[in-house]
């Protein structure tokens, strides 16, 4: 079964860039699927980031969108996501998702990696 | 962007009860909802996708109904596992948006 696992700098300071990486195993990155990065404040809810296609086609939240930028590595099996002028607002747990098979309203999220915490602080 | 409301944002139930949460969308999303259990420092985990199918492995007493804006996850007969934050999610339109969840706690 799929698997994914995030990773990254868990203290990123304000004004610079937030850079965290989605390993999948159990299954390919190239099958069709979209790929999706969520992310959830202390004690609040979820938002979604964006995602990508194995193709490197993406979507992103227009909240974020200037600042976001996710990519793919298909020779290692993983995604990417990068968010950049970060502030405190950014502290959040982010969370990689696979999306549901690639068709029309398709995009709920199973399985999620366990997600990461990331503190915008100096 | 498509606003989800969820009702109520908490509820006391005991072990046994049959619960149900509602979720309403700011415009029609035909079936394109989704509900997700999240516990204390666990990811979430998807129960029910296009409004009404049961996600694998996941028990009968867990379902879904609705179309257009009012939704509706409902929890047959509680059981202590189930004790947890419920939120619905839209993937109707991009961005997709999420309820601001129901907690569900013991009472």
């Known amino acids: 079964q799929v698997q994914l696992q995030e990773s990254g700098p868990g203290l990123v300071k304000p004004s610079g860039t937030l850079s965290l990486t989605c390993a999948v195993s159990?299954?390919?990155?190239?099958?069709?699927?979209?790929w999706s990065w969520i992310r959830q404040p202390p004690g609040k809810g979820l938002e979604w980031i964006g995602e990508?296609?194995?193709?490197?086609?993406?979507n992103y939240n227009p909240s974020l969108k200037s600042r976001v930028t996710i990519s793919v590595d298909k020779s290692k099996n993983q995604f990417s996501l990068k968010l950049s002028s970060v502030t405190a607002a950014d502290t959040a747990v982010y969370y990689c998702?696979?999306?549901?098979?690639?068709?029309?309203?398709?995009?709920?999220?199973?399985?999620w990696g366990q997600g990461t915490l990331v503190t915008v602080s100096s | 962007d498509i606003q989800m409301t969820q009702s109520p944002s908490s509820l006391s139930a005991s072990v046994g009860d049959r619960v149900t949460i509602t979720c309403r969308a700011s415009?029609?999303?035909?079936?394109?909802l989704n509900w997700y259990q999240q516990k204390p420092g666990k990811a979430p985990k998807l129960l029910i996708y296009?409004?009404?199918s049961l996600q694998s492995g996941v028990p009968s007493r867990f379902s879904g109904s609705g179309s257009g804006t009012d939704f509706t996850l409902t929890i047959s007969s509680l059981q202590p596992e189930d004790f947890a934050t419920y939120y619905c999610?839209?993937?109707?339109?991009?961005?997709?948006?999420f309820g601001q969840g129901t907690r569900l706690e013991i009472k």
């Open positions: 990508i296609y194995h193709s490197g086609s993406t």
């Open positions: 998702a696979r999306n549901g098979i690639a068709v029309a309203g398709s995009r709920w999220f199973d399985p």
């Open positions: 296009a409004a009404s």
């Open positions: 159990g299954g390919s990155i190239s099958s069709s699927n979209w």
């Open positions: 415009q029609s999303i035909s079936s394109y």
């Open positions: 999610q839209q993937s109707y339109s991009t961005p997709s948006t």
